[in-house]
Nanobody, 122 residues
Framework: EVQLVESGGGLVQAGGSLRLSCAGSGFTFESYAIAWFRQAPGKEREGVSCISSSDGSTYYADSVKGRFTMSSDNAKNTAFLQMNSLKPEDTAVYYC???????????????WGQGTQVTVSS
């Protein structure tokens, strides 16, 4: 059974940092593109960052470039999202996702985690 489990969310003040983790199981982690998405109340889900399985290249939404850094540890089947200089508009539920096809910041993805809440206070 494929599973993606996010952790690391919480409440932080504006300007602070959080590190999200996404632990995968039931599939060959290093062969899959991994992405982080987020969804704020009343808004559509948006792609935040993704990492290619072929060469490890990372891609970011313009709204988080220079503040968020995505990485992965294939030996531990875990992806990370380091979020710095957080803003209130970063408040959302953050989801990780995996797919066996080409990496992108746009769905569809094959597998999704349950999400972790990130709240940034002003």
């Amino acid at each position: 059974e494929v599973q993606l489990v996010e952790s690391g969310g919480g409440l932080v003040q504006a300007g602070g940092s959080l590190r999200l983790s996404c632990a995968g199981s039931g599939f060959t982690f290093e062969s899959y593109a991994i992405a982080w998405f987020r969804q704020a109340p009343g808004k559509e889900r948006e792609g935040v960052s993704c990492i290619s399985s072929s060469d490890g290249s990372t891609y970011y939404a313009d709204s988080v470039k220079g503040r968020f850094t995505m990485s992965s540890d294939n030996a531990k089947n875990t992806a990370f999202l380091q979020m710095n200089s957080l803003k209130p508009e970063d408040t959302a539920v953050y989801y990780c996702a995996a797919k066996s096809s080409r990496v992108s910041l746009i769905p569809p993805y094959d597998y999704w985690g349950q999400g972790t809440q990130v709240t940034v206070s002003s």
